[in-house]
């Protein structure tokens, strides 16, 4: 099975902040990787799919990169709105989700 | 647009057994596979499983953690899928999302196994 390393579980960042958060897959899951955000009480919200597409109508400041066992999401402005717990999910072989990021205003 | 709708959930016994459903509509329901994934509270997501599309015969494959009790089932007459759970323990307390890959989830249904 494949494991999924995120980091950090939790970040502290204020307004304009650039931001950036990591997975690490236990073994090459190629381009299969997408992300989420997830409000309280909401269901998760796609926002990146296969690496570095953005899903329809969000945010450009929104960005993922990566390939093979390493990946990030960007937030490349921080907005208020943007405040929720980030998962990373890879789709290779099944389906296996990061430990999440929660993600708060300083 | 897509819809996906989940029903079914509630409270159970423990070594009881319920059965999932959601209502899939807005796209072609057999050109894909389709998803369960759950969500204890404060936790992450952890994926059950999926049935495969017609033109991959609607096999499916699970979650080793959850193989053997749970199976996941389709209607393509009425584009619903099912999850039907046996033996449910206490940690099986979450909701429940079914889901389309690229992003299409349910609003989730909640699931209590508790005595």
């Known amino acids: 099975d494949i494991q999924m390393t995120q980091s950090p579980s939790f970040l502290s960042a204020s307004v304009g902040d650039r931001v950036t958060i990591n997975c690490k897959a236990s073994q090459n899951i190629n381009k299969y990787l997408d992300w989420y955000q997830q409000k309280l009480g909401e269901a998760p919200k796609l926002l990146i799919y296969?690496?570095?597409s953005l899903h329809t109508g969000i945010p450009s400041r929104f960005s993922g990169s990566g390939s093979g066992t390493d990946f990030t999401l960007t937030i490349s402005s921080l907005q208020p709105e943007d405040v929720a717990t980030y998962f990373c999910?890879?789709?290779?072989?099944?389906?296996?989700f990061g430990g999440g990021t929660k993600l708060e205003l300083k | 647009e897509v819809k996906l709708l989940e029903s079914g959930g509630g409270l159970v016994q423990p070594g009881g057994s319920m059965r999932l459903s959601c209502a899939a509509s807005?796209?072609?329901?057999?050109?894909?596979?389709m998803y369960w994934i759950r969500q204890p509270a404060g936790k992450a997501p952890e994926w059950l499983g999926f049935i495969r599309n017609k033109a991959n015969g609607y096999t499916t494959e699970y979650n080793p953690s959850v193989k053997g009790r749970f199976t996941i089932s389709r209607d393509n007459t009425q584009n619903m899928l099912y999850l039907q759970m046996n033996t449910l323990r206490a940690e099986d307390t979450a909701t429940y999302y079914c889901?389309?890959?690229?992003?299409?989830w349910g609003q989730g249904v909640m699931v209590t196994v508790s005595s």
């Open positions: 296969n690496t570095n």
């Open positions: 889901a389309r890959w690229p992003g299409y």
């Open positions: 999910l890879q789709h290779n072989s099944g389906w296996t």
């Open positions: 807005g796209f072609t329901f057999t050109d894909f596979y």
